[in-house]
């Protein structure tokens, strides 16, 4: 393999990292929020608003619905507004974090809907504010859970950064298109393939070893 195809993958890795941990965070910042929310809200949650809950679960469901190659183009517009261009790493984050967003909201309700129920009773026995059940109960006991749920997420973008290489948003995506596909070099295509794999084995093992630290 030649210092020029290790120099493209090197610098495309490195792309699909930002994109990756820039989405993800975002996803986790703007999620969590809205999980909670869910919790809170239904039916004998710690502010029982059921319509409000039916209603945000709606929405956080309908964006989830919508496939993200589709999500891309229609996001054009906004990416454009946000970041200027359509194009780049930096423009992807975008369409990768609105997608992110619902995903990992919907994957952290499950695991605050584990915590045991008698905790949260016991804490509000005690006069525990709402905001002291999810400081100090919710999240703690959640945690483990959540942070399978934040790798799930990673992986999952992976995924996603690779398929908006196909509108030019670079990474690994990208250079698998215009080098390897369209220029029918296979060992660029091979090559990229085996570095999604190893990053997402990477990430995989790096938050099993997280979670089961902290269970």
């Known amino acids: ?25 975002i996803a986790v910042i703007g999620g969590l929020p809205l999980a909670i929310l869910l919790i809170a809200t239904t039916p004998g949650g710690i502010l029982p608003l059921p ?3 039916r209603v945000l679960g709606l929405v956080i469901d309908a964006a989830r619905a919508v496939p993200f ?34 995903y990992f909201a919907r994957i952290a309700e499950v695991s605050l809907r584990e915590v045991d129920h008698n905790l949260v009773d016991a804490v509000r026995a005690m006069g525990g504010t709402r905001w002291m059940v999810i400081r100090f109960v919710l999240l703690p006991e ?21 398929m908006a290489g196909v509108i030019g948003a670079g990474g690994l995506g990208d250079l698998a298109i215009r080098y ?8 660029i295509m091979l ?17 099993n070893g997280l979670a089961r630290r902290l269970r």
Do not use: C, K, W
């Open 142 to 162: 959640a945690l483990p859970g959540l942070i399978s749920g934040v790798t799930v997420t990673l992986v999952t973008l992976v995924g996603a950064s690779a």
């Open 69 to 102: 190659m589709i999500l891309l183009v229609l996001l054009i517009p906004v990416t454009r507004l946000i970041a200027g261009t359509a194009l780049g790493t930096g423009a992807a984050i975008v369409p990768l974090s609105i997608a992110a967003v619902p």
């Open 1 to 25: 393999m030649s210092r020029l195809i290790l120099d493209l993958i090197a610098h495309a890795t490195i792309e699909t990292m930002e994109m990756v941990l820039a989405s993800g965070l």
């Open 51 to 53: 319509a409000f809950s």
């Open 191 to 207: 090559s990229v393939v085996a570095v999604l794999i190893a990053l997402v084995t990477l990430m995989q093992a790096i938050g």
């Open 180 to 187: 390897g596909y369209q220029r029918f070099n296979t060992t």
